[in-house]
């Protein structure tokens, strides 16, 4: 719920913009970051945390005002031709509901996202659908009560290996506000949620990436999300714990804006795909780039 009336406050506070190109990567000539896919994943409309899958053929992202959904917050997709993302359309498996915040397992047989759909324990849950062969959705699933509440989560990001969610969550307990979890596959589910050291505090810590397997993290703070800009941080795991948090360097990842949605491309593990707004180039509210990861300099046993 607080998620809604975060990134609808932070829309709210982007004026218009004008001269949308409709071609040409803009990785091509800008060192430090690249929009993604200029007026088909970037648009005019609200465009936050795009997925690429393993085979680098397909991009998903989540659309909080994009015309043509199912309702409510929709799930997009668009395939790579003769270079470009082209043929943006909707995923199969939205609902009237809101359905957000997709991520594709790093196997590709997964795509994994949050929904309130009917059914599930209450507020936000956590779901997944099999990619078929075709690359078309099998049916969502729930991920069920070993990581869902009756509170909100958000953000679900598979280990490598698969054996671990990285998620967020303000049904667990915790720390305060939204806290960053992960559960282990004990074969059947993800179950066992544990707080992720070192990074959760009285703010809302979500969405949330795992650089190096886990020994680095890239993670959105606000103190407050529905009234307060939402800034992407970087720790370090020093073997237990994360620690020597600072902010992800990047010009538009700001105390005063709003950045957020970090996800690694499993088909190119050194680059980083975040949403915000940079003053150049722009789409729209809220577009989706990319850039180098950071270097994850943590050590193992943080739990990626």
Not at 53 to 76: F, K, M, N, Y
Not at 79 to 94: E, F, I, M, Y
Not at 154 to 170: H, K
Request: net charge neutral.
């Amino acid at each position: 719920m607080r998620r809604r009336a975060a990134l609808a406050a932070s829309v709210a506070a982007v004026v218009a913009v004008v001269g949308i190109a409709l071609s040409g990567p803009a990785s091509a000539f800008l060192s430090e970051f690249g929009i993604e896919g200029m007026g088909v994943v970037s648009t005019k409309a609200s465009e936050i945390r795009g997925s690429v899958s393993p085979d680098g053929q397909h991009i998903v992202w989540g659309s909080t005002d994009r015309e043509g959904g199912a309702g409510g917050w929709d799930l997009w997709r668009a395939r790579l031709k003769d270079g470009r993302w082209q043929d943006a359309k909707p995923v199969s498996v939205n609902s009237v509901a809101n359905d957000f915040d997709p991520l594709f397992s790093a196997d590709g047989k997964w795509l994994y996202f949050f929904s309130n759909r009917p059914g599930g324990q209450g507020g936000d849950d956590l779901y997944r659908a099999a990619v078929r062969d075709d690359g078309s959705f099998g049916p969502a699933e729930n991920l069920g009560r070993g990581v869902n509440t009756r509170g909100d989560e958000w953000a679900p990001t598979p280990s490598r290996d698969g054996t671990r969610l990285l998620f967020a969550s303000d049904g667990h307990g915790g720390a305060g506000g939204h806290d960053l979890l992960v559960a282990r596959w004990d074969g059947k589910a993800f179950v066992q949620p544990t707080p992720v050291a070192g990074v959760n505090s009285k703010a809302d810590e979500f969405d949330a990436a795992w650089l190096g397997d886990g020994r680095t993290l890239v993670f959105a703070r606000s103190q407050d999300p529905a009234t307060q800009p939402v800034r992407l941080f970087v720790a370090h795991c020093d073997g237990a714990r994360y620690d020597d948090i600072a902010p992800l360097k990047l010009s538009f990842n700001t105390e005063d804006g709003t950045t957020l949605g970090p996800a690694v491309d499993w088909n190119k593990p050194g680059e980083l795909l975040v949403s915000g707004t940079a003053k150049a180039p722009r789409a729209g509210k809220l577009d989706v780039y990319r850039m180098k990861a950071p270097t994850a300099e943590g050590k193992a046993g943080c739990g990626g």
